[in-house]
């Protein structure tokens, strides 16, 4: 089931079920695309008609931020919890590790992709992978897509940024069975950014600390106020 969210449909699956229907795809070698939606892309697509196609084509969908939660709570058709990229993933690390998949780590600044491989590895060494920094040129792009092509992965994790992420993953969905969205997550499983508390995830203000910790953030979070507007505006009228 998905819920739509001014004019973007999310999946309302929990992150289990999110997790569930992603080993399904790699195992019946079923490919599909993953947008983790937040507040901010969901704002986006309402003055952008070609990304709003995009991310509904999608396969699924997630709810990634607590504003989408909220959202779809007035909307009256709940998703069950947040999704996020980076909580996605490190949800998956587990079943790959089990399942011996091939991930490749795609963006991010020249190092950190590889850092968060090398992290990644060393928790669940079942994991094949291999990786490549998100800075490359127009000319170097087919060097990149060639070698993700050869080494044949099962889950392509893309951290360009929304929604330059989303409309590369689209263009290029043949390189592997499950590509999914990560945007900054790579900083994280890297080290260089580090979450928020688990109290503070708990009580989902992590968007909160965020803010503390990195300020410059407030011009994106702005967009905040106008998404709840929008939300009530779609739930009353």
């Known amino acids: ?83 996020t990229g980076i909580d996605l993933i490190q949800a998956l690390f587990p079943v790959a590790d089990q399942n011996k998949w091939r991930i490749f780590f795609l963006g991010g ?25 998100g800075y490359f040129s127009m000319e170097e792009e087919t060097e990149v897509i060639e070698r993700i092509r050869g080494f044949r992965p099962d889950i392509l994790l893309v951290g360009l940024g929304a929604p330059r992420q989303e409309y590369w993953i689209a263009e290029h969905r043949d390189l592997a069975t499950v590509s999914i969205g990560v945007g900054g997550s790579f900083d994280a499983l890297a080290g260089n950014v580090v979450r928020a508390p688990k109290r503070v995830q708990e009580f989902q203000l992590e968007w909160l600390y965020r803010l503390w910790k990195e300020p410059w953030r407030w011009k994106r979070q702005s967009v905040l106020p106008r998404f709840v507007m929008k939300v009530l505006w779609q739930r009353f009228y």
């Not at 992709?113 to 928790?123: F, L, N, S, T, Y």
């Open 109 to 133: 600044k020249p190092g950190i992709a590889r850092e968060a491989g090398i992290q990644v590895a060393q928790k669940y060494p079942g994991i094949t992978w291999e990786d490549s920094h």
């Open 1 to 83: 089931m998905r819920v739509d969210i001014l004019g973007i449909t999310v999946n309302t699956y929990s992150m289990q079920e999110t997790v569930e229907e992603i080993r399904k795809a790699v195992e019946n070698r079923l490919k599909i695309r993953v947008v983790t939606a937040n507040p901010e892309m969901i704002y986006a697509s309402g003055k952008d008609q070609q990304l709003r196609n995009l991310i509904n084509s999608a396969d699924i969908v997630t709810a990634d931020g607590i504003g989408v939660v909220w959202a779809s709570q007035r909307l009256r058709t709940p998703v069950q919890e947040r999704v």
